[in-house]
């Protein structure tokens, strides 16, 4: 099946916020589970933002060097639920797990 670019971009966008928000919360975290590149990963993390999916690094207390975890605080108008239903389509979509 043959996916646009626009379409593979949006649900890309929507699992890494869905995948933050269960935990999956570090760029190599995200590479782990998912395969994808960690260019793409920060890029997504990056454009969560056009969505207005509000998405911010927390630093872990007492940790220096970027040692944290990313998270979702705001969904903007985007129904997380609506993620849940749909995911093994999104996943399907991107050829991820």
Same mark, same amino acid.
């Given at each position: 099946m043959s996916i646009n670019k626009t379409?593979?971009?949006?649900? +890309? %966008?929507?699992?890494?916020?869905?995948?933050?928000?269960?935990?999956?919360?570090t760029v190599p975290?995200?590479?782990?589970?998912?395969?994808?590149? +960690? %260019?793409t990963a920060q890029d997504t993390i990056k454009s969560l933002s056009d969505l207005d999916i509000v998405c911010q690094f927390r630093q872990t207390e007492g940790e220096r060097n970027r040692i944290g975890?990313?998270?979702?605080?705001?969904?903007?108008?985007?129904?997380?639920?609506?993620?849940?239903e749909n995911l093994t389509e999104i996943k399907s979509v991107l050829d991820y797990p």
């Open positions: 379409k593979s971009s949006f649900y +890309r %966008r929507l699992y890494v916020a869905h995948l933050i928000d269960k935990g999956i919360a975290a995200l590479i782990e589970y998912t395969g994808m590149p +960690r %260019r975890r990313y998270e979702v605080l705001d969904w903007g108008a985007i129904n997380k639920n609506w993620i849940e």
